[in-house]
Antibody
Framework: EVQVVDSGGGLVQPGGSLRLSCTTS????????VTWVRQAPGKGLEWVGF??????????EFAASVKGRFSISRDDSRGFALMQMNSLTTEDTGVYYC???????????????WGQGTLVTVSS | DIQMTQFPSTLSASVGDTVTITCRAS??????LAWYQHIPGNAPKLLIY???ILDGGVPSRFSGSGSETDFTLTISGLQPSDSATYYC?????????FGPGTKVEI
């Protein structure tokens, strides 16, 4: 059974940092990209960024709102990904989801298995 | 960035009804459109990708259609478990934006 578990959220002051984890099991992690999506309170889903799988060089892409502040890494041997979030602002408050991401040749990624979400609160 | 719109924003229906949600992209995304179901407190769930391809295990009462800029998600024979917010998402370019969501109340 495919399992995706996101964790690491919490309360952090503006300007602070936090690291989220995405732990997986039940599939060959190295064959898939991992995407982070967030949901601010009362708002819809927002694509944050992702890391490609080994076939595509484990490279990353980010939304303009987090570029330069967030980074994503992965450990294929242990089946998890990490998102490092720096210089956090109140605008970064929300539930963060990681998702296993699929693609087909010539296409970008859609998300077929999601975690339950981890809450990040940026407040003084 | 490609902007996604959805309507209606909220929909009330009864068990057994057939409902349709519309998603519109600000420019062509081809067939690179996915639909997700999100029940608060749960993980979002992929329903459809490639505009019309049902993901594994998704009930056949869900169907998708459309291409380019206009897409629809249809739920036939609505069930109580279908109460959720439904989001479309394009994956034709970065950033991969979502629609604002349609809340389905039963």
């Amino acid at each position: 059974e495919v399992q995706v578990v996101d964790s690491g959220g919490g309360l952090v002051q503006p300007g602070g940092s936090l690291r989220l984890s995405c732990t997986t099991s039940g599939f060959t992690f190295s064959d898939y990209a991992v995407t982070w999506v967030r949901q601010a309170p009362g708002k819809g889903l927002e694509w944050v960024g992702f890391i490609r799988d080994r076939t595509y060089g484990r490279t990353t892409e980010f939304a303009a709102s987090v570029k330069g502040r967030f980074s994503i890494s992965r450990d294929d041997s242990r089946g998890f990904a990490l998102m490092q979030m720096n210089s956090l602002t109140t605008e970064d408050t929300g539930v963060y989801y990681c998702a296993r991401s699929r693609t087909r040749p010539g296409e970008k990624y859609y998300f077929d298995s999601w975690g339950q979400g981890t809450l990040v609160t940026v407040s003084s | 960035d490609i902007q996604m719109t959805q309507f209606p924003s909220t929909l009330s229906a009864s068990v057994g009804d057939t409902v349709t949600i519309t998603c519109r992209a600000s420019q062509s995304v081809g067939y690179l459109l996915a639909w997700y179901q999100h029940i608060p407190g749960n993980a979002p769930k992929l329903l459809i990708y490639g505009a019309s391809i049902l993901d594994g295990g998704v009930p056949s009462r869900f169907s998708g259609s459309g291409s380019e800029t206009d897409f629809t998600l249809t739920i036939s024979g609505l069930q109580p478990s279908d109460s959720a917010t439904y989001y479309c998402q394009h994956y034709s370019s970065y950033p991969e934006t979502f629609g604002p969501g349609t809340k389905v109340e039963i």
